[in-house]
């Protein structure tokens, strides 16, 4: 018999790629609330669910989960500093009753999709998950809120728990549309349409860039593990990349490098200096490492974008 699987938010980006993974070997079940309707494999069960509305969630007729993995949320950090009360019910609130509902349900094992945004800024630019964490952005702090009492009230429930903290995804499935959210989206979209490119904030900045299908093969590697529970993993490439360093090589992509010029501006109210992740924890524990360098990603995003994404916009 299948194991079974619930994961919230799976037809966003990362949601809808991890899915594709796991099918054959699991049933999986889907709570999500997006309008948008991407091509979900027929034998996938779908639930449109307001994850911050318990009476709702607690509705749901499920049985037997193994694993429920919790990828919903507002993920925008430009977005949390004009509206912070869609953090405070899309991230933290979603992620209470979400235990809740795992209690009642008897599920008892959460994997919980967190950020690296957590940690803000930090002496060292290399970041364990030791660090001590001090979010600049609401979007961070409404992150590492949803942590700890995710952290506190599955002690309550005896309920296992792995959080794991994303650097910055990108790759195919991204909306190229969105301007809020996405670096490595946004400069793609903008250097594909403009030879004038208004950068928010210092070309100094860096950050950890991992692809889709490296992020995906960590949170299944999570999923599938039945001994490091209630732990804090970095999912990145452990790689410094800098803004300017990641506008050059999306202009070479494009074949673009001699006619792109770039315009400084004042910087996104919340965004860091930069950080890269310490993967020596999960490399020892979950035997994850990336495979996709930044350059061989930034190519497959570029022809994924060129044969779904533009040609239907």
């Known amino acids: 018999m299948k194991k079974k699987i619930i994961i919230t938010g799976g037809l966003g980006f990362i949601g809808s790629s991890l899915i594709s993974k796991l099918l054959p070997e699991y049933r999986i079940i889907i709570l999500d609330n997006s309008k948008k309707r991407k091509k979900i494999p027929k034998n996938v069960e779908i639930i449109n669910c307001d994850l911050t509305n318990p009476k709702s969630l607690n509705k749901i007729k499920v049985k037997n989960i193994n694993c429920l993995v919790h990828l919903a949320g507002q993920s925008s950090g430009?977005?949390?500093?004009?509206?912070?009360?869609?953090?405070?019910?899309?991230?933290?609130?979603?992620?209470?009753?979400?235990?809740n509902f795992c209690k009642?349900?008897?599920?008892?094992?959460?994997?919980?999709?967190?950020?690296?945004?957590?940690?803000?800024?930090?002496?060292r630019a290399r970041i364990n998950e030791r660090e001590k964490c001090s979010p600049k952005s609401f979007y961070g702090l409404s992150k590492f809120a949803s942590e700890n009492y995710l952290i506190k009230l599955t002690e309550k429930y005896k309920l296992k728990w792995n959080i794991l903290r994303f650097f910055n995804v990108?790759?195919?499935?991204?909306?190229?549309?969105?301007?809020?959210?996405?670096?490595?989206?946004?400069?793609?979209?903008?250097?594909?349409?403009?030879?004038?490119?208004?950068v928010n904030g210092s070309l100094k900045r860096y950050r950890d860039l991992i692809y889709i299908d490296d992020v995906?093969?960590?949170?299944?590697?999570?999923?599938?593990?039945?001994?490091?529970?209630?732990?804090?993993?970095?999912?990145g490439t452990g790689k410094k990349t800098t803004i300017k360093k990641l506008l050059q090589m999306i202009s070479k992509v494009y074949d673009k490098e001699n006619t792109i010029k770039f315009k400084v501006l004042n910087?996104?109210?919340?965004?860091?200096?930069?950080c890269y992740a310490d993967l020596t924890k999960i490399k020892k524990d979950l035997k994850f490492s990336p495979k996709v360098n930044l350059f061989d990603g930034l190519n497959r995003f570029k022809n994924w974008a060129e044969e779904n994404f533009y040609i239907k916009n």
């Open 170 to 198: 990108y790759g195919p499935g991204q909306d190229l549309s969105r301007k809020d959210q996405g670096i490595v989206s946004i400069f793609l979209d903008l250097i594909r349409n403009n030879t004038v490119i208004k």
């Open 78 to 99: 430009p977005k949390s500093f004009h509206i912070p009360e869609e953090d405070l019910r899309l991230n933290l609130l979603s992620t209470i009753n979400i235990v």
């Open 267 to 274: 910087s996104t109210p919340g965004d860091i200096l930069g």
């Open 216 to 235: 995906v093969d960590a949170l299944i590697l999570m999923i599938k593990d039945n001994k490091n529970y209630n732990q804090i993993y970095n999912v």
């Open 104 to 123: 009642l349900k008897r599920i008892n094992k959460i994997v919980f999709s967190s950020t690296f945004t957590v940690y803000g800024d930090t002496d």
